[in-house]
């Protein structure tokens, strides 16, 4: 069964320290990795995108990685901000010929504190 | 820039009514999804959509129809509204299905 666990459920950090989102999948044929930010009460947005091939993918202060042999996945925040306070969902795309599918994870909400 | 709207941001309703949420693509994609996002559950495929006047059924259609009459629009119907359907419903809409740009949400209430 297609699956993709998230780690910590939830988390709270004290701004300007780093942090760390885990992200175990199931997926079997797999076709990429998403990590969404969405701040409460607002639709998800997409901060990285990584295929089989890639390893590192950075946005800004986000930077995730990929180990598709133990399929892993993490998101690293750096320095975090005020603003970093939201869920963090990954999703993994399974293709099968020309249908896909999302597999949702339950996310990783995260607080940060003055 | 991808822009996806949907018609409201909150909506509250009775039991039994029918309830439309309506959302709006810009970028000529071929793929509209309808989620709706549960705590604890994450989101949930409930229909999508792979061109015009066609639909399939997601994980969790139970309750639900869809239309889509033009490319850039795909409705959500409730057809009797339930108590167990106050939830958040994220539209979104993509070019390949195996990625999704997401409108703002809306989150429904229904008493």
């Known amino acids: 069964k297609n699956q993709v666990e998230q780690s910590p459920q939830s988390l709270i950090i004290l701004e300007g320290k780093n942090c760390t989102l885990q992200?175990?999948?199931?997926?079997?044929?797999?076709?990429?990795l998403r990590w969404y930010k969405q701040d409460t009460g607002r639709g998800p947005v997409s901060l990285t995108i990584m295929t089989f091939s890639e390893n590192t993918k950075s946005n800004g202060r986000y930077t995730a990685t990929l180990d598709a042999d133990t399929k892993q996945s993490s998101l690293h925040i750096t320095a975090s901000q005020l603003s970093d306070s939201a869920s963090y969902i990954c999703?993994?795309?399974?293709?099968?010929?020309?249908?896909?599918?999302?597999?949702f994870g339950q996310g990783t909400t995260l607080q940060v504190k003055p | 820039d991808v822009k996806v709207t949907q018609s409201s941001r909150y909506l509250v309703k009775r039991t039994g009514e029918k309830v439309f949420l309506e959302c709006v693509q810009d970028m000529d994609h071929e793929n509209m999804f309808w989620y709706r996002q549960d705590p604890g559950l994450g989101l949930r495929l409930i229909y999508f959509s792979y061109d015009v006047k066609m639909k399939e059924k997601g994980d969790i259609p139970e309750g639900y129809s869809v239309s889509r009459e033009k490319k850039e629009r795909f409705s959500l119907i409730l057809e009797s509204a339930s108590t167990n359907q106050t939830s958040m419903y994220l539209c979104?809409?993509?070019?390949?299905?195996?990625?999704?740009?997401f409108g703002q949400g809306t989150r429904l209430t229904v008493v």
């Open positions: 992200c175990n999948y199931t997926v079997s044929p797999f076709s990429n």
């Open positions: 999703v993994v795309s399974a293709t099968r010929s020309n249908t896909g599918k999302l597999i």
């Open positions: 979104a809409s993509s070019r390949v299905v195996t990625e999704a740009f």
